[in-house]
């Protein structure tokens, strides 16, 4: 079993359209990541969401983590075929051992 | 900006063979990191390092060493390569525990 539980494991949409993608765990976090991968890259961190209910947007890109501190959530408004990529997110239990969810991949058709 | 550089974008090889992964970071950065990452499986830590000449075991060290003589450089190893470490394989360096990892753009090898 993984820490961090991401849903859906891919999504498909049309240019335009709202998308939403979760990060689960049954465990707190002090904070947590989220990195955007694009094909032939390695992951890129887009975000750092600290404190429990904290909202962060990035453009059209709204990330929240959750009052628990357990959970968090991608939201992206309008989205376009350069939003295209593999999502994931990855939190620190403890040390340094960084832990990633097992990803979303997202397909913005035009 | 950060730069992380695998030195193979691709690499085949056969079972058997002893693999040499490199990587190396310009920013000074004391913690380093190799990954694997597998559809379905996300990014699974194999080991990591950080300081020169230490090393910790990540959660799949099974086939695999790393080897940290230099700051820079983080070297991941793998003594007799079989087909189940076929994967795509990316480096990370980050400056502390609670800095963003910065990746290189990964090594796809395949194992025959």
């Known amino acids: 079993t993984q820490l961090l539980e991401q849903s859906p494991q891919f999504l498909s949409i049309q240019e335009g359209e709202n998308l939403t993608v979760y990060c689960n765990s049954s465990s707190v976090f002090s904070s947590l990541q989220w990195y955007r991968q694009e094909p032939g890259e390695g992951p890129v961190l887009l975000v750092t969401v600290v404190t429990g209910g904290e909202v962060k947007k990035l453009k059209r890109l709204t990330f929240q983590f959750g009052d628990a501190r357990k959970d968090s959530s991608l939201h992206i408004t309008a989205a376009q075929p350069g939003d295209t990529g593999l999502y994931l997110c990855?939190?620190?239990?403890?040390?340094?051992?960084?832990?990633f969810g097992a990803g979303t991949t997202v397909t913005v058709r035009a | 900006d950060v730069k992380v550089t695998q030195s193979s974008r691709y690499l085949v090889k056969r079972t058997g063979e002893k693999v040499f992964l490199e990587c190396v970071q310009d920013?000074?950065?004391?913690?380093m990191f190799w990954y694997r990452q597998d559809p379905g499986l996300g990014l699974r830590l194999i080991y990591f390092?950080?300081?020169?000449?230490?090393?910790e075991k990540g959660d799949i060290p099974e086939g695999y060493s790393v080897s940290r003589e230099k700051k820079e450089r983080f070297s991941l190893i793998l003594e007799s390569a079989s087909t189940n470490q076929t994967s795509m394989y990316l480096c990370?360096?980050?400056?502390?525990?609670?800095?963003?990892?910065?990746f290189g753009n990964g090594t796809r090898l395949t194992v025959t």
């Open positions: 390092s950080y300081d020169v000449k230490m090393k």
């Open positions: 920013m000074d950065h004391e913690n």
């Open positions: 990370a360096s980050c400056r502390d525990s609670n800095s963003p990892l910065h």
């Open positions: 990855a939190a620190n239990p403890n040390d340094y051992k960084l832990s």
